[in-house]
């Protein structure tokens, strides 16, 4: 028999912010597997966990942690050992699961994935699934979009991310520094623990920023106006944020300023 796995997008722990799709999947599924990363994430493990609550009909789920394999130091190797790094770690990841899966799961069960945002975007829920698929687990995949947090910040700041006809960026702060360019058009940034573009200030004293943090929870915060002039404020709002919650998610549009 074959598995079913879903992999869901859940948003940002709202729970008026998932589809009804999103909602049937979550009532499907009996086993949701979670990675579990330490402490600091706990809080986020919760707030799966209350979403379920609040939007499932049943109590016959339950949720099995799995703890994430160690992950080496990323801001240490250059761009050829970060992606051996990762790579090296999903396997570790996908072995871990199919272990758990045949442990606790029955062959013809449904196990869920609870994706934060959208599963599109930075996740690697959809590669690890296959990876699992490609050890030997007899499973169907089926993927359930989200709202991403890329779309909330548009929503928040009541913007369109790119301008007319024109292209939208989407990149790392790990990237945003040597990718950089004003041809770009629009960059979105995400991932980014540094506030990298706090590096683009001096070269471009033009760029507007349009900055979320903890988008769709209750500390929710915006900012937006020239770099040069509010990034002292994001930079304070964000360590305000990490200060009061234990995490902060943030993300942000950057835009060259025009009359
Ligand atoms: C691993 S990626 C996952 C992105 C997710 N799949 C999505 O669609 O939003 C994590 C990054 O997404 C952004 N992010 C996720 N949730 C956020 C939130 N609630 N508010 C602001 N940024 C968020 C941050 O840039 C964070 O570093």
Sequence with gaps: M????????IGSGDPD??????????N?????????KGAAKHDLVKLRE???????????YRFVEVPDPERGPDRERDAT?????????????????AEIIAAEVDDAGTIGFLVWGDPAFYDSTIRIVKSIRELGVDLDLTVIPGISSIQLLAARHQI??????????????????DEYSAALGDVVV???????????????????????????????VLISGRLG???????????????????????????QYRE
């Excluded at 506030?195 to 683009?200: D, T």
């Excluded at 509010?230 to 950057?254: C, F, N, P």
């Design 17 to 26: 912010h998932l589809t009804r799709e999103a909602v049937e999947a979550l």
């Design 160 to 177: 369109v991310l790119n301008r007319v006809g024109q292209p939208i960026h989407v990149t790392t702060g790990r990237r945003l520094l």
């Design 81 to 97: 050992e970060y992606q051996g790094g990762v790579a090296a770690w999903h396997e570790a990841r996908a072995r871990r699961y």
């Design 2 to 9: 074959t598995l079913q796995a879903l992999v869901i997008g």
């Design 229 to 255: 002039e509010v990034i002292e404020k994001i930079r304070v709002s964000r360590a305000a944020v990490r200060e009061s919650r234990g995490w902060v998610m943030d993300t942000y549009l950057l835009r």
């Design 50 to 60: 209350d979403l379920c609550r609040a939007l499932i009909t049943h109590d016959h």
């Design 28 to 36: 499907r599924v009996e086993v949701f597997l979670v990675a579990d």
């Design 190 to 220: 995400m991932l980014d623990g540094e506030l990298a573009c706090s590096g683009l200030v001096e070269q471009f004293d033009d760029l507007m920023i349009y900055w979320g943090a903890q988008l769709g929870l209750d500390d929710e």
